[in-house]
T-cell receptor, first 115, second 112 residues
Framework: AQTVTQSQPEMSVQEAETVTLSCTYD???????LFWYKQPPSRQMILVIR??????QNATENRFSVNFQKAAKSFSLKISDSQLGDAAMYFC????????????FGKGTLLTVNP | DTGVSQNPRHKITKRGQNVTFRCDPI?????LYWYRQTLGQGPEFLTY????????KSRLLSDRFSAERPKGSFSTLEIQRTEQGDSAMYLC??????????FGPGTRLTVT
């Protein structure tokens, strides 16, 4: 079974600084997708960024980028120029490729942004 | 695109009672998912529909749980004879095919 591990229960960052959230996963599949989701307090989960395993290039979405190390099964999220609105719980998630559909989530990292 | 909606947002019930939650997916999304999130954990997959067909159920979904999606539109999740261990946030998500899953705000269930 696939597992996703987030080893940092909590992280904090100063506004305008950069922070990196860690995620490792375990799978025997070669075709899969990785995601970072953001869950603000009392608000719904939204997708931050996705990475296809077959792509060597790291995904980037504005201030959010990932460091995808396939051999090491590592998938970290870097947030640059942190903003107060980035404060949230961040979940790393895995999905098999093909017709498979369900997401497997890590336990999450609570990010605090200090003004 | 009005997003995924879930009702009720909060439900408090006594142990042994039945509860039903509703999820309205984004229109034209053919796939609908239910997840359960307990405190300090990430969401865990419960079940999944493609149109009106329920294609997979997690072993987390005991016999007390049943989900339906009549006519491939909204979905309901019913829990019979609730137990304290059922207390959790129940999340619904929908997608068009294998594209991004959009999540609803969740229904928080408290069983006293």
């Amino acid at each position: 079974a696939q597992t996703v591990t987030q080893s940092q229960p909590e992280m904090s960052v100063q506004e305008a600084e950069t922070v990196t959230l860690s995620c490792t996963y375990d799978t025997s599949e070669s075709d899969y997708y990785l995601f970072w989701y953001k869950q603000p307090p009392s608000r719904q989960m939204i997708l931050v960024i996705r990475q296809e395993a077959y792509k060597q290039q790291n995904a980037t979405e504005n201030r959010f980028s990932v460091n995808f190390q396939k051999a090491a099964k590592s998938f970290s999220l870097k947030i640059s120029d942190s903003q107060l609105g980035d404060a949230a719980m961040y979940f790393c998630a895995y999905r098999r490729g093909g017709s498979n559909y369900k997401l497997t989530f890590g336990k999450g990292t609570l990010l605090t942004v200090n003004p | 695109d009005t997003g995924v909606s879930q009702n009720p947002r909060h439900k408090i019930t006594k142990r042994g009672q039945n509860v039903t939650f509703r999820c309205d997916p984004i229109s034209e999304h053919n796939r609908l998912y239910w997840y359960r999130q307990t405190l300090g954990q990430g969401p865990e997959f419960l079940t999944y529909f493609q149109n009106e067909a329920q294609l997979e159920k997690s072993r987390l979904l005991s016999d007390r749980f049943s989900a339906e999606r009549p006519k491939g539109s909204f979905s309901t999740l019913e829990i019979q004879r609730t137990e304290q261990g059922d207390s959790a946030m129940y999340l619904c998500a929908s997608s068009r095919g294998l594209n991004e899953q959009y999540f609803g705000p969740g229904t928080r269930l408290t069983v006293t």
